[in-house]
């Protein structure tokens, strides 16, 4: 198939790349661009591992055509910390244990920022639970995930508080 | 909880591996890319059992983009290999199979190209002529005489059997007031790590191979290959930086190691082989699935007489761990109580079906649903309080398993008592709600060396430099389970240093010493023992240099704390450890202090060093028409002695308890004709957050003299108890007893629907 020129933002750095329009958008963060923080663990967009944020947004990176992100923003979980500083969501994982092979974590930290975007004060733990509902972990038994988006949730994390 | 009298162990800390998780920084070999590198792909049988006429793959070779195929005829050197190495008879796969296919899935050739998709199509062009053969996939069904034979030389496709017996068991059965007797049913559980099987294989001209792997087990990866591959073991680096996820599936040799190294040897190109999620599920392995006979006999007061077992584990095509899991079963069906006669067979049978081995809990989840259900029975038969028969007929400290092992630390009892007043407290619960409990206990790493490795079972070796800082070598594999951290604290704690100043490596079989990796529970004792021997070494030395630098009597002790150094019976006096180690250098000509420590278990029994226990108490909702259950709450009495690494305990008995949940009740895989009919995450269900309960740990008190700083096993034997807690649960919600295992909905309200017929048969 004819390759196409694909032009859209990822961690606030343009990029144009050719590729085949089947491409995935999980394989051209990978494979073209070399961003390997953004994992995938499956091929029927069940597990959430490739999950990263398109303008925003919470998107499982294997369920859309990287040409689908023509001039959209994306954020990888290389994105996430500014300059050798921690976003608060990355601290409160390390703080609470929520993660252990590490092989959802991207995915899951997408997730999590994307639904405290959105839900920036959750209103209850099953909440937080259905909004990372989308995400496989094999290892942690999600509840210390849980803990890490409350606590990020509740203000732990917020500048004047440190 | 006493006060923590350790300036390191059991306090919160990050991961040492964590900073590089939570960034994406961490490289796994999902994602290692190398110069140059090809990529496999699999050629797999499509039948359960048939002979391999013919492979023809001329048409593959003129794909544009195919290097190179192998197949197990041409390519390999055909050596049948196994985990149980002493035993050459069990050492049984091939892994590229050279004459015939025993499973669906099962290796028949492979491809090299420069691109994944290539490799894939030119699949398609390899023509394989194919003699199919009957096939059984069930046990019971294999056993008998007129079954196809899948092994030469394995009569009636037995492939395995164990016995464990102490005392008599018909005369004490005699003693018995009452008899009961239950048949079981345990199904497959898939490993479902997050990362598949992976590997990138280099070999290059020189003769030495270095491969990326995901494994558990770097040093029985660099024997294993060696012994296929026909290279020396220090030829080969297995290199394991970060692994996602293992549970056991990740210690044997498997199809992308074997393929991936058989092809870059044919090439002398790097070749990486990384398994969709499909080619997972259908080929790598799964728990073992088993069907139970209980018998037990006891006192009308609860006493416990004598239990006889009698199992059949679908071993599937090849023996892998197997062999262990049907030990260790019938070891673990007998726990935590004392029996005064008790009587196991095990019998191990090959079916045309995907092979079956070691999964968390190793056999202990299957014999744990099977025991612990029918002793709930029991008690209820006998009008007795469950768990007062539990803690009559427990493990306790100093007990001897007749001929098998020594309970050197239990803290079954007061686990017991902390289970029933969280009971108590539930109070009175709604209709269709109940609470169901399971005690259990595991073992801390295994005895036995049927791998026949020549090495100490686990190793360490520290270096210090200048600046104090200090290098952990381990043979100990990071899985996610945390064992780097573990072992960093154990190393900061003997050491006297803070945690920050200790750099982990692992995963690197050319930089570490041999260890026989992350299985049975084994690291936290028995790399912790090397670890802490070798910390306590390297901090002699330092000492040595103290005493003569500092020039008190010597009557005095000195000691090393969170990197102050000084006399133990006036801390105030003393050193900078920092400054130490300068000086001891300059003392040493210049030579960095090493320390070295080992660990190999001797004259502690049959299995294991020293076992945990705990006991698991759920609170379960049911809606018996749908058959959906609800767990409102989980809490585990828990005594794995010393605990470490606070957080890492915590997110080991919560994972544990996921998979638990999982293996009681949403995951079911069902094989027919041979073939997984559920190979993808859509229909393989897995727990997810909103059906996750919320956990609460109680940690008993207890320190195991075997154990560094008397720690022993955490994360591995709470896979046990879930399942017979749950099924406990709705047998009191509903009277139902599920004898099999996932409990699946459907199974509930069927089972619940012919109850309510039959009531309603009566009362007319």
Avoid at chain 2, 63 to 89: A, C, N, S
Wanted: glycine share 10%.
């Amino acid at each position: 198939m004819e390759k196409k020129l694909l032009r859209f933002t990822v961690n606030e750095s343009p990029y144009e790349i050719y590729i085949n329009p089947k491409t995935l958008l999980v394989e051209a963060i990978r494979d073209h661009i070399g961003l390997t923080g953004t994992k995938r663990g499956c091929e029927t967009v069940s597990c959430g591992a490739c999950t990263v944020m398109v303008d925003g947004m919470a998107v499982k990176g294997c369920s859309v055509l990287a040409m689908q992100v023509e001039g959209k923003k994306v954020t990888t979980v290389e994105g996430l910390e500014k300059n050798g500083k921690l976003d608060p969501i990355q601290t409160a994982f390390l703080d609470e244990g929520a993660f252990q092979c590490g092989f959802c974590t991207s995915g899951m930290l997408m997730s999590a920022k994307a639904f405290l975007n959105e839900t920036p004060k959750p209103k209850d733990e099953m909440e937080i639970r259905r909004g990372m509902e989308g995400n496989l972990c094999r290892c942690t038994g999600y509840n210390a995930i849980i803990r890490a988006i409350d606590a990020v949730g509740k203000g732990k994390y917020r500048e004047d508080k440190r | 909880m006493s006060e923590n009298k350790y300036s390191v162990l059991n306090t919160r800390v990050h991961n040492v591996d964590g900073h590089a998780k939570v960034t994406g920084r961490a490289t796994y070999t999902f994602d290692v890319t190398l110069p140059g590198m090809l990529y496999g792909k699999i050629l797999r049988s499509p039948h359960p059992h048939a002979k391999i006429v013919s492979i023809d793959y001329s048409e593959a070779l003129k794909l544009p983009g195919v290097i190179t195929v192998v197949t197990g005829k041409e390519d390999t050197l055909g050596v049948r290999q196994g985990i149980w190495r002493r035993y050459k008879d069990l050492c049984d796969e091939a892994i590229l199979t050279v004459d015939k296919v025993r499973y669906i899935g099962e290796p028949v050739a492979a491809v090299a190209a420069v691109t994944e998709e290539i490799a894939e199509q030119a699949l398609d062009l390899i023509n394989v002529e194919y003699e199919v053969l009957p096939f059984v996939d069930d046990p019971m069904e294999a056993i008998k005489k007129e079954a196809p034979l899948i092994h030469e030389g394995f009569e009636r496709n037995v492939n395995v059997t164990r016995q464990i017996a102490w005392g008599d068991l018909e005369d004490v059965m005699e003693e018995a007031e009452y008899v009961r007797e239950d048949w079981f049913k345990l199904g497959g559980q898939h490993h479902m790590c997050m990362e598949t099987r992976a590997a990138v294989a280099n070999y290059t001209p020189d003769g030495k191979l270095t491969i990326y792997t995901s494994t558990q087990s770097a040093y029985y990866h660099q024997a294993l290959l060696a012994g296929v591959l026909g290279l020396r073991e220090g030829n080969i680096r297995v290199l394991a930086p970060y692994v996602g996820g293992g549970f056991g599936g990740k210690f044997e040799l498997d199809g992308a190691q074997f393929c991936a190294s058989i092809l870059s040897m044919k090439c002398c190109k790097p070749v990486k082989v990384i398994f969709s999620r499909e080619e997972d599920f259908i080929a790598s392995k799964r728990r073992t699935p088993m069907y139970y006979y209980v018998r037990t006999g006891v006192k009308k007061d609860g006493t416990f007489c004598a239990r006889e077992a009698k199992v059949f584990t679908n071993g599937g095509a090849y023996t892998g761990m197997g062999a262990t899991a049907l030990y260790l079963t019938g070891f673990f069906h007998s726990f935590p109580y004392r029996w005064k006669a008790y009587r196991y067979d095990g019998y191990r049978v090959y079916t045309n079906s995907l092979p079956s081995t070691s999964m968390r809990g190793f056999g202990a989840p299957q014999a744990m649903f099977c025991s612990e259900q029918q002793i709930e029975w029991i008690a209820n038969d006998l009008g007795l309080d469950p768990i007062e028969m539990r803690r009559k007929n427990g493990h306790y400290e100093g007990y001897e398993v007749p001929g098998q092992a020594t309970i050197a630390s239990c803290g079954l009892d007061e686990a017991l008592t902390k289970i029933q007043e969280w009971k108590k407290s539930k109070g009175k619960l709604p209709a269709n709600r109940a609470i169901g409990i399971s005690a259990a206990g595991f073992m801390s790493g295994g005895i036995f060396n049927w791998f026949d490795s020549p090495y100490s079972f686990s190793s360490a070796v520290i270096t210090i430099n200048h600046d104090g800082t200090v290098e952990l070598h381990v043979g100990a594999q990071e899985i996610g389970q945390g064992s780097s951290t573990t072992l960093a604290m154990i190393c900061a704690e003997a050491l006297g240093v803070k945690l920050e100043d200790v750099k982990v490596h692992m995963g690197d079989t050319d930089h570490s010493p041999a260890d026989l990796g992350a299985w049975g529970s084994r690291q936290t004792l028995m790399a912790g023992n090397a670890t802490k021997m070798a910390a306590q070494d390297a901090k002699r030395q330092l000492l040595e240099f103290a005493n003569a630098k500092l020039g008190f009597n010597i009557i005095y002790d000195l000691d090393i704390k969170q990197g102050w150094v000084y006399n133990v019976a006036r801390p105030e006096r003393g050193m900078s450890y920092y400054d130490l180690c300068k000086e001891a250098l300059r003392g040493k000509e210049g030579q960095r202090i090493i320390g070295r420590g080992f660990y190999t278990p001797r004259r502690k029994g049959m299995i294991s060093p020293a076992y945990s226990y705990m006991v698991q108490g759920l609170d379960v909702e049911i809606d018996p028409e749908t058959g959906y259950i609800k767990i409102h709450e989980s809490v585990t009495a828990h005594d794995c002695g010393q605990p470490i690494n606070t957080l890492g305990l915590i997110g080991q008995l919560e994972g544990a308890a996921s998979m638990a949940i999982g293996f009681g009740y949403y995951e079911y895989l069902p094989v027919e004709d041979g073939k997984i009919m559920n190979p993808n995450l859509v229909d393989y269900k897995l727990i997810r957050a909103p059906e996750m309960p919320a956990c609460q740990v109680i940690e008993i008190d207890t320190y195991e003299p075997e154990g560094p700083y008397g720690a022993k096993e955490a994360g591995e034997g709470l896979t046990n108890p879930h399942a017979a807690a749950l099924g406990n649960a709705i047998f009191y919600a509903t009277g139902l007893q599920m004898k099999e295992a996932p409990i699946r909905a459907e199974a509930i309200a069927k089972a619940w629907k012919e109850q309510q017929q039959k009531k309603n048969e009566k009362k007319k």
